[in-house]
Nanobody, 122 residues
């Protein structure tokens, strides 16, 4: 549906960095923004989430210390800065928003983007 639009994916070498962007509309840019990822043959998994004010953030243990989630509410845009990338980070990354509190559960998110491919070469 194009509720959210991700960009910034691509091919990088292990140890490199990428910044993903997620552009929303006033309708879809809601209280909580999250990032999820899905690798081939695997379930979609939580990556990071941030509250409206940025005061609350959560990260999956696998990305803690390497990824940083942020948002610019004036631009209806969210970001995921990914540093020290590893081959196991390879996946399609999706942004999502919810009208509730910060959550790690995909089912709690209402609006979704189409995804952007991130490939980390070894």
């Amino acid at each position: 549906q194009g509720q959210l639009v991700e960009s910034g994916g691509g091919l990088v070498q292990a140890g490199g960095s990428l910044r993903l962007s997620c552009v929303a509309s006033e309708r879809t840019f809601t209280s909580t923004m999250g990032w999820f990822r899905q690798a081939p043959g695997k379930e979609r998994e939580f990556v990071a989430a941030v509250s409206w004010s940025g005061g609350t953030t959560r990260y999956a243990g696998s990305v803690q210390g390497r990824f940083t989630i942020s948002r610019d509410n004036a631009k209806n845009t969210g970001y995921l800065q990914m540093n020290s990338l590893k081959p196991e980070d390879t996946a399609v990354y999706y942004c999502a928003t919810s009208t509730g509190v910060v959550s790690t559960t995909a089912e709690t998110y209402k609006y979704w983007g189409q995804g952007t491919q991130v490939t980390v070469a070894s």
